[in-house]
């Protein structure tokens, strides 16, 4: 899909001002999404590229424009699946007191397992797998290496 939208009230991120409210945002941009599912297994991919200007003609900070994203997984039997999921993020920038920084592209990976049989689910995930370093904004890392492990009973 091809889009573009024009969003009132577009929140961006000012150094020393923290989340500032801009009077509008222009978002250009596609997206594309492509998904085999099979008996036992699905394999889906998507591809968004991103432009967002903002109503004083500057780019939107902290948005990647190119982003790209792959996941497998497979259903053992009626109890057991695995998964796998890659994500990409590219190029993203931040201004801080008049000085443009990059931040640069980062990738992730994470596996996911669960378990579900009547009326309990067990679902396992560890996320950013390769335990790598990143940030979201200049100074500003994210979680490293996270199991989470979730049990859900339906009554």
């Given at each position: 899909?091809?889009?573009?939208?024009?969003?009132?009230?577009?929140?961006?991120?000012?150094?020393?001002a923290?989340?500032?409210?801009?009077?509008?945002?222009?978002y250009?941009?596609?997206?594309?999404?492509?998904?085999?599912?099979?008996?036992?297994?699905?394999?889906?991919?998507s591809?968004?590229?991103l432009?967002?200007s903002?109503?004083?003609?500057?780019?939107?900070?902290?948005?990647?424009?190119?982003?790209?994203?792959?996941?497998?997984?497979?259903?053992?039997?009626?109890?057991?699946?695995?998964?796998?999921?890659?994500?990409?993020?590219?190029r993203?920038?931040?201004r801080?007191?008049?000085?443009?920084?990059?931040?640069?592209?980062?990738?992730?990976?994470?596996?996911?397992?669960?378990?579900?049989?009547g009326?309990?689910?067990?679902?396992?995930?560890?996320?950013?797998?390769l335990?790598?370093?990143?940030?979201?904004?200049?100074?500003?890392?994210?979680?490293?290496?996270?199991?989470?492990?979730?049990?859900?009973?339906?009554?």
């Open positions: 899909s091809v889009f573009y939208n024009e969003v009132r009230n577009f929140i961006d991120f000012e150094s020393g923290g989340y500032v409210n801009d009077s509008f945002g222009i250009r941009g596609a997206e594309f999404f492509g998904e085999y599912n099979g008996e036992k297994y699905r394999l889906d991919s591809l968004t590229l432009n967002i903002l109503s004083s003609g500057e780019e939107a900070q902290r948005r990647p424009d190119f982003s790209y994203a792959l996941g497998l997984s497979n259903k053992f039997n009626d109890y057991h699946s695995f998964g796998i999921d890659w994500n990409w993020s590219g993203r920038f931040e801080i007191g008049g000085e443009t920084f990059r931040l640069s592209p980062y990738d992730v990976l994470d596996i996911n397992y669960s378990f579900m049989k009326r309990t689910e067990v679902l396992a995930s560890v996320q950013n797998i335990d790598r370093e990143y940030e979201i904004g200049r100074g500003y890392s994210v979680l490293r290496r996270a199991l989470e492990v979730t049990v859900i009973y339906k009554f």
